[in-house]
């Protein structure tokens, strides 16, 4: 099972969070590691969900910055 470091990008997580999906998809899984996917998915989805809210808030911020400029 590959770990994703703590500061790995969005991108990263993303990927990670597809191939334990993937995995999770697959019938032979024993229970133990579909159970270990399952809590690693939720802590990628959780993470990226994260990462998400603030890159959209850190683009409000910055849209509001220029919206002065942009009034000129």
């Given at each position: 099972?590959?770990?994703?470091?703590?500061?790995?990008?969005?991108?990263?997580?993303a990927?990670?969070?597809?191939?334990?999906?993937a995995?999770?998809?697959?019938?032979?899984?024993?229970?133990?590691?579909?159970?270990?996917?399952y809590k690693?998915?939720?802590?990628?989805?959780?993470?990226?969900?994260?990462?998400?809210?603030?890159?959209?808030?850190?683009?409000?911020l910055?849209?509001?910055?220029?919206?002065?400029?942009?009034?000129?």
């Amino acid at each position: 099972m590959t770990q994703i470091p703590p500061r790995e990008t969005f991108e990263a997580r993303a990927a990670r969070l597809k191939e334990v999906v993937a995995a999770l998809e697959k019938p032979e899984v024993p229970l133990e590691e579909a159970v270990a996917l399952y809590k690693e998915g939720l802590a990628l989805a959780r993470d990226c969900r994260q990462q998400l809210e603030q890159a959209r808030h850190d683009v409000e911020l910055l849209s509001r910055e220029r919206q002065p400029e942009a009034d000129q």
